[in-house]
């Protein structure tokens, strides 16, 4: 059973001029290893920066979370090194909330452009 559903778009430049200006701490803060470590293997990690900065505010969306509920940003990673199905990974607060309300099983699916990235992520009670 479907239990929530959540889309986010960015304007890449906004993701760019924020890493500009704050470089590796705002990826830090933002970004899980992973993620920061995949981004930044391309020539221009811009754009997949913004993609999975899309899915963790569709996921704060999907669980229908106001204000994002205090959420790490961290706590919510996009995993997966190769081209092709990536995997939502939860963790603490966002691990505890997605139990809590039941949601056992995330389809994610994101994609970008040069000047926007979209993602869409879907929570399921399996």
């Keep these: 059973m479907i239990m929530g559903m959540g889309t986010d778009i960015v304007e890449n430049h906004r993701i ?8 590796r ?7 899980s290893d992973e993620e920061i470590e995949y981004s930044l ?4 990690p ?3 920066l913004s993609a ?3 899915v963790k505010e569709a996921f704060v969306k999907a669980l229908s979370l ?10 919510v990673e996009v995993s997966g090194k190769i081209f092709g199905k990536k995997q939502l990974v939860l963790h603490n607060k966002a691990k505890a909330i997605a139990e809590e309300k039941g949601a056992n099983k995330f ?7 040069r000047t926007q990235s979209l993602a869409v992520v879907i929570l399921e009670k399996i």
Aim: aromatic share 14%; charged share 30%; no cysteine.
């Design 107 to 113: 389809h994610i699916s994101l994609s970008h452009s």
């Design 25 to 31: 701490r705002f990826l830090k803060r933002i970004f």
């Design 16 to 23: 760019r001029e924020v890493y500009e200006k704050h470089g």
């Design 41 to 44: 293997s391309h020539e221009d």
């Design 66 to 75: 106001p204000g994002g509920a205090g959420l790490n940003w961290r706590d």
């Design 46 to 48: 811009v754009p997949y």
């Design 52 to 54: 999975r900065f899309a």
